[in-house]
């Protein structure tokens, strides 16, 4: 009964070993939210071994990328190691007890015990609060299968001592004897019980020495003096037979300098500090596996739904351990890692070979390179001299004007219909100034581009008209660079484009007149509605004449009366004109200039010819207007016909809504680019497989109409330099939009 209690609270101790350092600093939970999750961690010892920190890096690594929330880590001590006694311990829990009253915590993590155990000495009332267990095991202790309750989880790490002492005697199969370091305190006793049961098999294959209880003076002389082909296990030495206390590692590298043989362990940390090696713990690894599994029930899984999870061992020995006492690589078990190894001549200059190796072998490869160059050189220049007059050939067959000057407007080079233009031999241009060939003139005219190439050092251009032979001709001029950026010579280019002006006069014109029938038959689409729309103020001046005579015929005249009926008249014949002049500019043959105009002027002018129409076909048509927008440099007339077929084709979209759904938002808006014109109905939306054709010419959707109108808009707003598209709402129904970019924008 006793070696059980004595075996459950090794575990307790020795779990303080694996995940003591789980202790985050502040700036890793600083920030502060609603609801943080509360987390208790309650070791069984006290803080500050060294296989702490390492714990808690790969701890708090993990929390650190894992979780994104807001989180608290309580973190409390028992100190049962310097102080075992059960007063303390009842006064510690008790303590705890009363902090922790008015916090709820929302993961419990005891490590060193049986949690259960813990839980139910303590009294704390976390039964019901998800627990995460840390615990170490040894199937030598004879340790009872876990019986854990229903909201809990938890991680066990069962190190093998006996793999450890087995590998050293196969590294040292010379071995007689093996002595096992243990210290004084509370720990190491519980450890050094633990290992008397793991090693009391091996009596009759090797002998056993425990060497517990001793100064540290004491037994650095012993172990300097141990007799040959012996072996040394440390197993924990945190405090002498003095009294004097020791971290574990302190205590392994006076030990690991002193002994006359090597020294075995099994956890992870002490590799590089002193022992050989082994199969030990992977504390790094068993960190972040703990962190995990916090942050799965943090997370929201239930504990009881979490397997409970073992740690890693793994064989890992350190290299300048084994250079020490002669151990080959080859003699480590299968699948071992090694720490601290020193390169070899090929591994540490391994890059430095192969650079040495790929230089020789360049160098060999340019000498070659070299020689098949020289003679292809001599191919070249051949080849060269043929080129030369193949470009020639090339040069004389471009139909344009090319001459080649210097920078004193010299012509260098001319090609053959530049010396048919002329209509002089070849000696009588070159060496000559372009400007007397060309103009007769003793130096450059004010048109001539190269003075403007000179200081962009870019490409520039001109059309011209020459009068005398009524041509036109594209001119342009290219300077000749060298590596430095300087103009060495320039490249002056002609092209009679006289065919192309007139095509593009004949396509001007016909582009007018299509604009102007576009226009003619929206129109009459609108004539009952115009008519309606003059009808009205007609009307009214006619009633108001009518009642005008009747006053002047009665005996009673009223001048005040009188007065207010000719001014109804005037502003009725001012409506009728507004109407009619819309209508004379809509009409108009030739097209108007580009000037500066406000947008929500020419759209209220396509609203008010709509106002009839509107009325006749149940349409409401909202206006949503920036007023802060810059005058646009723009033709009137094109943007009301682009404006004006927009929102019929709103209105006819809408044909077979319900009149109270039949709404149309005529909306202007400024961009980082220019101002945007956007009409939106509520209809029955475009196909998709309509909306990339519907700016095609003679392309329609509606059982009338020529298909003309979008192509024609798309063409004025890209005139205006910019653009227009259409694209399906959300919610119901399509949007309209056009855009004119800032370069036409405030007359820029």
């Not at 010892?45 to 296989?51: F, I, K, S």
């Not at 053959?416 to 007397?436: D, I, M, Q, S, W």
Request: proline share 4%.
């Amino acid at each position: 009964m006793g070696r059980t209690k004595a075996r459950q609270t090794i575990i307790a101790v020795s779990f303080i070993f694996l995940l003591g350092s789980l202790l985050p600093s502040a700036s890793v939970l600083a920030s502060v939210a609603t609801k943080p999750k509360n987390v208790l961690i309650l070791f069984h010892a006290a803080p500050g071994l060294p296989l702490y920190d390492i714990t808690l890096s790969e701890f708090r690594t993990t929390i650190q990328r894992g979780y994104g929330g807001p989180l608290n880590l309580f973190v409390e001590y028992l100190d049962a190691e310097r102080f075992p006694d059960k007063q303390h311990l009842q006064a510690e829990i008790d303590f705890i007890k009363k902090k922790y009253t008015r916090e709820k915590m929302d993961l419990f993590i005891p490590i060193g015990m049986n949690y259960l155990s813990f839980i139910h000495l303590s009294s704390l009332g976390f039964d019901e609060i998800p627990t995460l267990f840390v615990e170490i095991r040894s199937e030598h202790r004879g340790a009872q299968p876990f019986d854990r309750k229903a909201n809990a989880t938890g991680f066990i790490v069962e190190p093998d001592p006996q793999k450890t002492f087995e590998t050293a005697l196969s590294l040292h199969p010379g071995a007689t004897e093996v002595f096992i370091i243990t210290g004084s305190s509370p720990t190491d006793r519980l450890l050094e019980s633990v290992a008397r049961v793991a090693y009391r098999g091996y009596g009759d294959r090797i002998k056993v020495t425990f060497l517990s209880g001793l100064a540290m003076e004491e037994l650095l002389q012993k172990i300097s003096r141990l007799p040959k082909n012996s072996i040394v296990m440390y197993v924990s030495l945190m405090k002498d037979a003095k009294g004097v206390n020791y971290y574990p590692l302190e205590s392994l590298k006076l030990l690991s300098g002193a002994s006359s043989a090597p020294v075995y362990g099994d956890w992870g940390h002490f590799v590089g500090q002193g022992i050989v090696g082994g199969c030990v713990m992977d504390v790094q690894s068993n960190g972040s596996k703990v962190a995990q599994l916090a942050l799965r029930i943090l997370q929201g899984e239930h504990p009881e739904t979490i397997p409970v999870e073992k740690g890693s061992m793994l064989y890992i020995f350190d290299w300048r351990q084994m250079k020490r006492w002669g151990i080959q690589e080859k003699s480590l078990p299968k699948g071992s890692i090694i720490v601290n190894k020193e390169l070899t001549f090929w591994e540490a200059f391994r890059w430095y070979i192969v650079g040495t190796i790929l230089f020789v072998i360049i160098e060999t490869l340019l000498v070659v390179f070299l020689v098949v160059l020289y003679r292809r050189q001599k191919r070249v220049e051949k080849q060269l001299h043929e080129a030369a007059k193949e470009w020639q050939t090339t040069f004389d067959s471009i139909q344009d004007l090319i001459i080649i000057l210097d920078l004193d407007f010299k012509v260098l080079r001319v090609n053959a219909p530049a010396l048919a233009f002329f209509n002089l031999p070849a000696e009588r241009v070159l060496g000559k100034h372009c400007y007397t060939l060309v103009h007769g003139t003793s130096e450059p005219p004010k048109i001539c581009l190269v003075p403007a190439m000179k200081r962009t050092k870019g490409h520039e251009d001109a059309e011209f008209y020459d009068r005398k032979r009524e041509a036109w001709f594209l001119v342009s001029v290219n300077p000749v660079l060298d590596d430095k950026g300087e103009i060495t010579s320039i490249v002056h280019q002609a092209r009679d484009i006289t065919k192309q002006k007139q095509t593009e006069a004949e396509i001007h014109r016909a582009r007018a007149e299509l604009l102007r029938v576009e226009r003619s038959f929206r129109m009459s689409e609108l004539t009952a509605s115009l008519a309606h729309e003059l009808n009205q103020p007609l009307a009214a001046i006619l009633s108001n004449a009518q009642a005008a005579l009747h006053f002047l015929e009665s005996d009673k005249a009223d001048l005040n009366e009188f007065r207010e009926i000719l001014h109804d008249i005037i502003q009725d014949d001012k409506r009728a004109g507004n109407v009619i002049r819309s209508l004379r500019s809509m009409m108009k043959r030739e097209e108007g200039e580009k000037k500066p105009i406000i947008l929500s002027e020419v759209l209220n002018d396509v609203v008010s010819i709509l106002h009839s129409e509107a009325i006749f076909r149940n349409v409401h048509i909202e206006t949503e207007f920036d007023g802060s927008l810059p005058p646009v440099l723009a033709d009137r007339i094109q943007l009301q016909q682009v404006t004006l077929n927009l929102i019929m084709n709103a209105a006819e979209a809408m044909s077979r809504n319900l009149p109270e759904e039949r709404r149309i938002i005529l909306r202007t808006e400024a961009t980082d680019h220019g101002v945007r014109v956007s009409v939106r109905d509520f209809g029955l939306g475009i196909d998709k497989e309509n909306l990339e054709r519907l700016f095609q010419p003679f392309f329609t959707t509606k059982g009338s109409g020529l298909g003309m109108g979008l192509a024609i808009s798309k063409s004025i707003i890209e005139a205006h330099g910019g653009r227009i598209w259409a694209e399906n709402n959300p919610e119901v129904g399509a949007t309209f939009v056009f855009e004119l970019p800032i370069s036409a924008v405030s007359g820029k």
